[in-house]
């Protein structure tokens, strides 16, 4: 393992102005379409409260099928199957997009990611005290400045446990990624392993960096959790 990364150390680790490498790309991809999941599925999991079923009923259709889909069909429709539509092809912009294995990659992962991020937020929401819907409704507010102000803040907060194995889940699933040609830190290793034959060595050192990434993925909620979830903790007597 060692002399596979003091010699293709590079491609795994460093990156210049013309190639990124592979742990950049994997934390560019993660980072990106978890920013896109979590920000779509706020909005999102506020209709699926909702009693009102014309705007619960899709969003519950969404995230039915994009959690009862494996991820990887989910990417192979969108990177190989949306370019065989002529429609694809006959617009620039579209046909410019879907070539691109890394584009389609984050819209598979941010797709993927708001679905389950969606009904985890919308069990946060369910899950706050009656109270203080209550006490929000009794100070005169509305129901948009009840979820800015009340809602929401609580709910995200109240997430943070179930949302953070959501964000190391997507890191895992990047490793699919390679299916697009896109050169994250498998691709490179696949690339390595084919170049030595070495594939405990070479798949070894992807291993090794998935794992330091979620080690700091979970010492940084871990932290968190303990700065926002601070009330929820047992009163010491």
Known sequence: MIPILAEYWRPFLYSDGMHASGLVVTLWLLAVSIA???CASVPLACARVSKRRWLSTPVRLYTYVFRGTPLYVQLLL???GMYSLEFIRSQSLLEAFFRSGFNC???AFALNTCAYTTEIFAG???SIPHGEVEAA???GMGTFTMYRRIVLPSALRRALPLYSNEVI???HATTVAFTATVPDILKVARDVNSATYE???SFGVAALLYLAV???LVAAFRRAERRWLAYLRPAAH
């Open 105 to 107: 990659a984050v819209l």
């Open 78 to 80: 969108l990177y190989t």
């Open 124 to 126: 946060a929401i369910r």
């Open 214 to 216: 979620s080690f700091a």
């Open 199 to 201: 594939s405990f060595g």
């Open 137 to 139: 409704r009794a100070y």
């Open 36 to 38: 896109i999941g979590f």
């Open 169 to 171: 889940l997507m890191l």
